[in-house]
């Protein structure tokens, strides 16, 4: 039996890329760091310098070479540019940016016919599982609520085309009700989760969203609560936004790593 690492490359040194980058360079058993990439080499090369193995930063293309399995952590316009590459090598994509592949699922459908694999990590919320496994059933509805300060929400589309102050906000506002799928549009870099949560239930035009500013908190706040003939549940998680990216939580790269472990641990807790 083949006992060779799993190959990882990391696209992008945000929020999520780095501790990811940091955390394979720190060593995973079954896992090596491949490679990274990102827009300014010479910054990801000096920001990587101190790692114990510093990682060829290389573009996308080379990238997908050098690995077995990529992180993605890029802007939504770069998503395909690494995303197609990927499934056409019939390798393992690993998505952050879940509002672009909502809008690119015929990937899913190549990604059957090359034997690539597409795997969405949990990211900020909770209770997948619960979810996917939920949906096996009758499921009635799916809600999910999310509450941010306004300082994760400031580069919104829907937010500077409506023109909203959000620093003038003296209390929670909802900025938004509708469906997962509209909610991604207007919304592209905030609602990963509820893109996650609509892909493992009943999809993103049934699955009802409402994001909501709120200047009273300093943590993501996400509730979700599901109805269906077998049971009825509701979670919610507040996560701590990360400093670097205040609409990315914590959580986010550390599920990124769970999820990197879940490809060789020998077992897998959940479904």
Do not use: C
Not at 9 to 34: N, S, T
Not at 50 to 72: A, K, Y
Not at 165 to 174: E, I, M, N, W, Y
């Amino acid at each position: 039996m083949d006992k060779s690492p799993l190959r990882v490359g990391v696209a992008g040194l945000g929020a999520v890329g780095m501790p990811v980058a940091r955390a394979l360079d720190a060593g995973i058993e079954g896992l090596v760091l491949a490679g990274v990439s990102a827009s300014d080499k010479a910054r990801a090369e000096a920001r990587t310098a101190d790692f114990r193995t510093p990682p060829p930063v290389v573009g996308l293309d080379e990238l997908v070479e050098l690995s077995d399995v990529l992180v993605e952590g890029l802007p939504p316009a770069r998503f395909l540019d690494l995303a197609r590459p990927v499934v056409e090598a019939g390798k393992i994509l690993i998505p952050l940016t879940v509002t672009a592949l909502l809008v690119n699922m015929e990937l899913v459908d190549r990604a059957r016919e090359t034997g690539g694999r597409i795997i969405v990590p949990t990211g900020a919320i909770l209770g997948l599982d619960a979810v996917r496994a939920a949906a096996e059933g009758t499921v009635h509805e799916v809600v999910m609520v999310t509450r941010k300060p306004p300082a994760g929400l400031r580069s919104a589309p829907f937010v500077k085309e409506q023109g909203i102050d959000l620093d003038a906000l003296t209390g929670p506002v909802k900025l938004y009700e509708g469906s997962v799928r509209d909610a991604a549009q207007k919304f592209p870099a905030n609602v990963n989760v509820s893109v996650a949560l609509a892909l493992a239930g009943i999809g993103p035009d049934e699955t009802r969203y409402e994001i909501w500013a709120d200047p009273g908190l300093d943590r993501n706040t996400h509730t979700i609560r599901v109805e269906s003939a077998e049971t009825r549940f509701e979670m919610t998680i507040a996560g701590v936004p990360s400093v670097e990216n205040p609409a990315t939580g914590k959580l986010t790269p550390l599920n990124a790593i769970a999820t990197l472990k879940g490809l060789v641990s020998p077992l897998k807790i959940g479904t």
